[in-house]
């Protein structure tokens, strides 16, 4: 996992939904847990936005702010279809709902760190986007191991 540097939210999710008076993302995200709690199994769908699905429009955002690696693992290249956008908080937890299109909450992941993530979710997760990240304070490579794990020697 490498240092990111989050960009500003893109417009598509903060433009004001003119009816609401709120930004896109807050209004996706009350409308997602007001379909949640009518109907606890409704799965979340992108929305559509001037013909495309708001993650077309989000891919290529989190892609140049990630310099095409996962925000994750730093596998790079990703492979076509292995380029997901994570919900950091998951979007399957009722306190996180409205998170569902936060800005804040995107980042770009290949499909086994999504698949390994899940909706999982612990206070003490890292984010790379966390303005006190430091690779070397997490982690410990030795290049002769070849190994990079949390805090421990190989």
């Given at each position: 996992?490498?240092?990111?540097?989050?960009?500003?939210?893109?417009?598509?999710?903060?433009?004001?939904?003119?009816?609401?008076?709120?930004?896109?993302?807050?209004?996706?995200?009350?409308?997602?847990?007001?379909?949640?709690?009518?109907?606890?199994?409704?799965?979340?769908?992108?929305?559509?936005?001037?013909?495309?699905?708001?993650?077309?429009?989000?891919?290529?955002?989190?892609?140049?702010?990630?310099?095409?690696?996962?925000?994750?693992?730093d596998g790079f290249p990703l492979k076509r279809g292995d380029d997901t956008i994570d919900h950091f908080h998951p979007k399957t937890?009722?306190?996180?709902?409205?998170?569902?299109?936060?800005?804040?909450?995107?980042?770009?992941?290949?499909?086994?760190?999504?698949?390994?993530?899940?909706?999982?979710?612990?206070?003490?997760?890292?984010?790379?986007?966390?303005?006190?990240?430091?690779?070397?304070?997490?982690?410990?490579?030795?290049?002769?191991?070849?190994?990079?794990?949390?805090?421990?020697?190989?």
């Amino acid at each position: 996992m490498r240092k990111l540097i989050r960009t500003e939210s893109p417009e598509v999710l903060t433009k004001i939904d003119e009816v609401k008076g709120k930004t896109r993302w807050q209004v996706y995200g009350e409308l997602y847990a007001q379909n949640r709690a009518k109907k606890p199994s409704f799965e979340f769908q992108w929305p559509q936005i001037e013909g495309k699905k708001l993650n077309q429009h989000l891919l290529p955002k989190l892609m140049a702010m990630t310099d095409d690696h996962c925000s994750y693992c730093d596998g790079f290249p990703l492979k076509r279809g292995d380029d997901t956008i994570d919900h950091f908080h998951p979007k399957t937890r009722s306190e996180f709902y409205s998170k569902v299109c936060d800005w804040e909450n995107l980042y770009l992941s290949c499909k086994h760190c999504q698949d390994s993530k899940g909706s999982q979710y612990e206070v003490e997760l890292l984010r790379p986007d966390e303005l006190d990240f430091h690779f070397n304070r997490y982690f410990i490579a030795d290049s002769d191991l070849k190994c990079n794990y949390p805090a421990v020697t190989c």
